[in-house]
């Protein structure tokens, strides 16, 4: 079974660009979570999206969005880049958020951004 | 103050050694998860507790609801056991999001 994919897994951009970033989930899996680490801020929570609709938002200005397709694949999507956006993307996938046994997460590699 | 606390924040061992890493928190949780991040970022989920102990291998966890604290152990400590452990706090109700700890950055030396 293939475990979490993000894509990719090294970008590089400028200040004011857009990224979109993406995250492939284990099979089954419908609830995808994503995280943004930095050395200064650690691991903070950016969305949670579960069956197409984003149920949780963490405390990140609006230029940070996301969006889940029917097939569980996630994207998110930041625009107008600052520096401060450099960081480690990490997505997670889970079978559901129902139940504690069944929101185990699984993480992916991660998408590492630096804006220049 | 954080919502989950880590200590230490930096651990050195010899190779063999018994280590602990302590995690507390302040809120109402469902689940607690013990994270390992090796350089390079991938990060493996070790352990998920929602009570009592768990153990894989040398690797022990356990969780006090009432204390709401956290234990992860290491018995006879080996280097490649050296990366940053992370203790991750799911809160209750129907949802994913999981508030992190800012990690215990464990070196093992021969």
């Known amino acids: 079974k293939a475990g979490v994919t993000q894509t990719p897994r090294y970008l590089i951009k400028t200040r004011g660009q857009q990224v979109t970033l993406s995250c492939s989930p284990i099979?089954?899996?419908?609830?995808v979570s994503w995280y943004q680490q930095t050395p200064g801020q650690g691991l903070q929570f950016l969305f949670e999206?579960?069956?197409?609709?984003?149920?949780n938002k963490g405390n990140f200005p609006g230029r940070f969005s996301g969006r889940q397709f029917s097939n569980s694949r996630s994207e998110m999507n930041v625009s107008t880049l600052e520096l401060g956006d450099s960081a480690l993307y990490l997505c997670?996938?889970?079978?559901?958020?129902?139940?504690?046994?069944?929101?185990?997460?699984?993480f992916g590699q991660g998408t590492r951004l630096t804006v220049v | 103050k954080n919502e989950v606390e880590q200590s230490p924040q930096n651990l050195t061992a010899q190779e063999g050694e018994f280590i602990t890493i302590n995690c507390s928190y302040s809120v109402g949780i469902s689940a607690l998860h013990w994270l390992q991040q090796h350089p390079g970022g991938g990060i493996v989920s070790l352990f998920m507790l929602s009570s009592g102990k768990k153990k894989h291998g040398r690797l022990i966890a356990t969780i006090n609801i009432q204390e709401k604290h956290s234990s992860l152990h290491i018995t006879a400590s080996h280097p490649r056991d050296s990366a940053v452990y992370i203790c991750a706090v799911r809160l209750g109700g129907a949802t994913n999001k999981l508030i992190f700890g800012t990690g215990t950055l464990l070196a093992v030396q021969p």
């Open positions: 997670a996938s889970s079978l559901t958020p129902r139940t504690v046994r069944s929101s185990e997460a699984f």
């Open positions: 999206y579960f069956s197409e609709t984003q149920r």
């Open positions: 099979s089954g899996h419908r609830s």
